[in-house]
């Protein structure tokens, strides 16, 4: 037995719990500073918001891959390519979505588009879309997305988020096995009051977790995300009108923006509520993977963001559909 072992064994009770807290406390500030410490874009200027940004990319800034999956089905649905069908959830969606019997010509839908439309050929379970092989040929069409706000320093690289995972990891093994051993020395001699030690590292598993979870967007996305709601945001009320309106790429940069939830009380509320899980996704935010942990609604009262960081440390097929965060939540119907 090493001294520190001997040392901890040997501990009173008391005096344990104070050596515990004082260190766990020091683990989790230790998590949260590292998993910010990497974000060096604070001091860099917002950039200018563009005249006509692409709906697509700030969805992909927003949610990475699964969020630009939920807004390229609006797009098809309003546009009269997609509908939806099959069983209801929940909240009275429909859970498939499947081409009309008469869409209009592809020729006017981009690469990406076209390959949403072929994937519902046949009636499709919306979370199906999200799974790892159609979620990947998804990420294919969207690689440009995550390399223009790489450069930009909108998006953290992936190697951060996944030494911030890294770190986050250790610090809950330690926490724990230092919790487990006394735990055990304790039970052989004898002492079964155990239970305070419990209630702090029940405590401590959860805020620990919480605290190394490395945000995908950084300092200056979010404020440049900012900088576009608050663009237009004097038009919300003819975006929400123009988001009805198939020909209007306002209306797509709304819901863009904003996220389906915003749909519920339109005509498109069945693409709402077949992504109800994903609402919560509402600018997702943390480490999805990273299949979100953490996700917080940021369109109004949330308090985060989340990371599917394009591919980071990732959400896999666990991201999709059936809601998981996976993504906590990045996931569909």
């Known amino acids: ?130 799974k790892h092989e159609r979620r990947a040929i998804v990420e294919a069409y969207t690689d440009h997305h995550l390399r223009d706000l790489s450069e930009r ?23 724990t096995g230092l919790a487990a051993y006394k735990i055990v020395v304790a039970l052989q001699n004898g002492h079964y009051n155990i239970g305070l030690l419990l209630l702090m590292l029940a405590a401590a598993l959860p805020l620990t977790w919480w605290a190394g979870s490395a945000t995908r967007i950084t300092d200056c996305g979010r404020r440049y995300h900012d900088a576009l709601k608050s663009a237009f945001n004097d038009t919300n009320t003819k975006m929400r009108q123009a988001s009805q309106d198939a020909a209007s790429k306002l209306g797509l940069l ?38 979100g942990d953490f996700v917080f609604d940021f369109s109004g009262g949330g308090s985060s963001w989340t990371s599917c960081a394009g591919s980071s440390i990732s959400c896999g097929s666990g991201c999709g559909g059936g809601g998981g965060g996976g993504c906590g939540g990045c996931g569909g119907g």
């Open 153 to 175: 320093s909108l998006l953290r690289p992936a190697r951060h988020l996944q030494w911030s995972q890294a770190i986050r990891i250790g610090a809950l093994g330690l926490l």
């Open 254 to 291: 709304y819901v863009a923006l904003n996220g389906t939830s915003l749909l519920k009380s339109t005509e498109y509320k069945n693409v709402h509520n077949m992504f109800d899980k994903a609402r919560k996704n509402d600018f997702t935010f943390a480490d999805c993977g990273s299949c």
């Open 1 to 130: 037995m090493t001294m520190f072992g001997s040392a901890i064994a040997t501990m009173r009770g008391p005096e344990f719990l104070k050596f515990y807290a004082t260190s766990a406390v020091a683990v989790i500030a230790t998590a949260w500073l590292f998993a910010r410490r990497w974000d060096q874009t604070r001091r860099m200027p917002t950039p200018e918001v563009p005249e006509s940004p692409d709906p697509y990319r700030i969805a992909y800034l927003r949610g990475g891959a699964n969020e630009v999956i939920r807004l390229v089905v609006f797009n098809l649905c309003r546009k009269g390519f997609l509908k939806t069908t099959g069983g209801r959830t929940r909240r009275g969606g429909h859970k498939k979505i499947s081409q009309s019997f008469h869409p209009p010509p592809i020729k006017d839908l981009d690469q990406l588009e076209k390959v949403v439309f072929g994937m519902a050929t046949n009636p499709i379970a919306v979370g199906e879309l999200f």
